[in-house]
C-alpha cells in the first residue's frame, strides 16, 4: 500500500502569510491526490483534486503542485478562516484504496 | 443541494455489532461511488470501504465490515461486526467528486460517533 507522509507536522503562521505544505507518497500516485481542510467538529472539506485542481468554491488563494511522489499545497496570504489541519490523500487506482497524509496543523 | 446524513451510531459492547446509515438527497446516487472514512477523535483520517458498486476495504477491517447499498432508497450502509476499542471514532460517509469514478470526495456528511466500550 502507498504511505502517505506530510510535512511540517505544525506550523504556526501569520495573517498575511504564503504557506507551503508538503505531502510526499512512498510510490507514484499518478496524479491522483486531493488536498483537505478540516476544522474542529467539522467533517473536511475539500480544497483541491488531481493535484493542481481547484474545487469549485475555493478561494484562488489555495493552489496545488507536484506529480509522481511530491505534492505541494500553498496558501497565498492566509486568512483568519484558514487556521486549520491539512491533509493530502491518495487515491490507488491498482488497489482501489485511498491514504490519507497524517496532516499538518496550521496555527497561530 | 447535496447532503449526506449519517446515522446509526452510539456505544456497543466489545464484540458487538453496528449499522450505520447514509441517506443522500440532491444528486444522482446510483452513479457515484460512496465511501466511508473514519477519524479517531484528535487522529487523522482512515478510509474504511467504499461502493462502486463493487466493493472495496482498507486492509484492517479484515472482513468484519461490509458496505451495501441502496440505490433504491439512496442510502449506503457499513455493517460492522466484532467491533473492538480500536474501531471507536467518528464514520463519515462521504460520494465522489465525479461519476462513475472514484479518485476523491467532495462531499462529507456530518459524522456518527461510534464508541466500542464495555
Known amino acids: 500500500d502507498v504511505q502517505m507522509t506530510q510535512s511540517p507536522y505544525t506550523l504556526s503562521a501569520s495573517v498575511g502569510d504564503r504557506v507551503t505544505i508538503t505531502c510526499r507518497a512512498s510510490?507514484?500516485?499518478?496524479?491522483?491526490l486531493a488536498w483537505f481542510q478540516q476544522k474542529p467538529g467539522e467533517a473536511p472539506n475539500l480544497l483541491i483534486y488531481?493535484?493542481?485542481r481547484l474545487e469549485t468554491g475555493v478561494p484562488p488563494r489555495f493552489s496545488g503542485s507536484g506529480s509522481g511522489t511530491e505534492f505541494t499545497l500553498t496558501i497565498d496570504g492566509l486568512q483568519p478562516d484558514d487556521f486549520a489541519t491539512y491533509y493530502c490523500?491518495?487515491?490507488?487506482?491498482?488497489?482501489?484504496?485511498?491514504?490519507f497524509g497524517p496532516g499538518t496543523k496550521v496555527d497561530i | 443541494e447535496v447532503q449526506l446524513l449519517e446515522s446509526g451510531g452510539g456505544v456497543v459492547h466489545p464484540g458487538g455489532s453496528l449499522r450505520l446509515s447514509c441517506a443522500a438527497s440532491?444528486?444522482?446516487?446510483?452513479?457515484?461511488?460512496m465511501a466511508w472514512v473514519r477519524q479517531i477523535p484528535g487522529r487523522g483520517l482512515q478510509w474504511v470501504a467504499s461502493?462502486?458498486?463493487?466493493?472495496f476495504y482498507a486492509g484492517f477491517v479484515r472482513g468484519r465490515f461490509t458496505i451495501t447499498r441502496d440505490d433504491s432508497k439512496r442510502t449506503v450502509f457499513l455493517h460492522m461486526r466484532s467491533l473492538s476499542a480500536e474501531d471507536t471514532a467518528i464514520y463519515y460517509c462521504?460520494?465522489?467528486?465525479?461519476?462513475?469514478?472514484?479518485?476523491?470526495?467532495?462531499?462529507w456528511g456530518q459524522g456518527t460517533m461510534v464508541t466500542v466500550s464495555s
Open positions: 461502493s462502486a458498486p463493487s466493493t
Open positions: 462521504a460520494k465522489a467528486r465525479s461519476p462513475y469514478t472514484s479518485e476523491t470526495f467532495n462531499v
Open positions: 488531481e493535484a493542481s
Open positions: 490523500q491518495q487515491y490507488d487506482s491498482y488497489s482501489r484504496g485511498y491514504t
Open positions: 510510490d507514484s500516485v499518478d496524479g491522483f
Open positions: 440532491g444528486f444522482s446516487f446510483g452513479d457515484y461511488t
